[in-house]
């Protein structure tokens, strides 16, 4: 049974860095597509990023393009997403979650995903 941890989050400025962890225990992450996602305060959850397992390919919301970064390394069963240049806009609760997507499928999308972890919180503000 997969689980995920996420850690990493916490308060920072405008303009700082964060890297997010999410950590895999149970099952090995290797076949699982990984995926990143934020939610607001009343608002929904979004999509961030997610990177496939198949060919490694990734994805990024326009809204953080070019900020942020995703990877992974199976041999530690960790994905992570670093986060720079950081607005206020970014605040929210960051999840992580994994999923078994097939070849030729994006990684983009909620309903996909079938493994969750708990969430850790980023706030950027002065």
């Known amino acids: 049974q997969l689980q995920l941890v996420e850690s990493g989050g916490g308060l920072v400025q405008p303009g700082g860095s964060l890297r997010l962890s999410c950590a895999a225990s149970?099952?090995?992450?290797?076949?699982?597509?990984i995926g990143w996602f934020r939610q607001a305060p009343g608002k929904e959850r979004e999509g961030v990023s997610c990177?496939?397992?198949?060919?490694?390919?990734?994805y990024y919301a326009d809204s953080v393009k070019g900020r942020f970064t995703i990877s992974r390394d199976n041999a530690v069963n960790t994905a992570y997403l670093q986060m720079n240049t950081l607005k206020p806009e970014d605040t929210g609760v960051y999840y992580c979650?994994?999923?078994?997507?097939?070849?030729?499928?994006?990684?983009?999308?909620?309903?996909?995903?079938?493994?969750w972890g708990q969430g850790t919180q980023v706030t950027v503000s002065s």
């Open positions: 149970g099952f090995p992450l290797d076949y699982y597509a």
């Open positions: 979650a994994a999923g078994i997507i097939g070849y030729g499928t994006s990684c983009r999308l909620a309903a996909l995903y079938d493994n």
């Open positions: 990177i496939s397992s198949s060919d490694g390919s990734t």
